[in-house]
């Protein structure tokens, strides 16, 4: 069945370091969406992608679609503390009307 | 401007127990959702609703049943809970992104 993966599971950097998840879907997405989840809280909408090769920036996030529409990335320049959480990348399944798949998340950590 | 309000926000139930988990959003969404969370496993949906009166499953069904009570409200229930259940579930609603609400942590021993 339709699958999306993320990479990797967990990344620990030093603050200051920068971050990169990676999400792979096996399917042709027609969007993907980013989420943010902190410790003990619920999954909080970051962003939206819908072109092949989209890039778009929010502060010291970078997000970007491929141009096959299979896969994406989200990169953090210069981590922070309040960046620590889960993040996840979700798209749409495939023939199931509104229904997303979610990717497994990476959860960042960082240390002072 | 409440959002996606789910109750309880914990609860313990022994095997066999039955509960429901609450969930209502008050931004007009057609969509709402049921997920639940468990670690190294992601969000994985449980059931859909597109509009109101109308449910669909998703990829891991099997021991819940859903209602659709109005636009507003969508429930989730446990008939006969098994400690594979043990999880966080969030509801969610849709506009052009998903709106969670804040979770029930369940065990069931």
């Known amino acids: 069945g339709q699958q999306v993966m993320q990479i990797p599971q967990y990344q620990h950097v030093q603050e200051g370091e920068d971050f990169t998840t990676y999400c792979n879907s096996s399917t042709t997405l027609s969007n993907i969406q980013w989420y943010k989840q902190r410790p003990g ?18 502060k010291r996030l970078t997000f970007q679609f491929g141009e096959a529409k299979k896969n994406s990335s989200l990169h953090i320049t210069a981590t922070q503390t309040t960046d620590v959480g889960t993040y996840f990348c979700a798209g749409p399944m495939r023939n199931q009307g509104g229904k997303l798949i979610f990717g497994q998340g990476t959860e960042l950590s960082v240390k002072p | 401007n409440a959002g996606v309000t789910q109750t309880p926000k914990f609860q313990v139930l022994k095997t066999g127990q039955s509960m429901t988990l609450q969930c209502a959003q008050d931004m007009n969404h057609n969509s709402m959702y049921w997920y639940r969370q468990d670690p190294g496993m992601g969000l994985r949906l449980i059931y859909y609703s597109a509009s109101e009166g109308t449910t669909d499953k998703g990829e891991v069904p099997n021991g819940y049943n859903v209602s659709r009570l109005n636009k507003r409200e969508f429930s989730l229930r446990l008939e006969s809970a098994a400690p594979s259940q043990t999880s966080v579930y ?17 065990s069931v021993l």
Not at chain 1, 48 to 55: A, F, H, N, P, T
């Open chain 1, 41 to 58: 809280g619920h999954p909080v909408f970051l962003i939206q992608l819908v072109k092949s090769g989209e890039v778009k920036k929010q």
């Open chain 2, 90 to 106: 969030f509801c969610a609603s849709s506009g052009r992104a998903l709106f969670f609400g804040s979770g029930t942590q369940l």
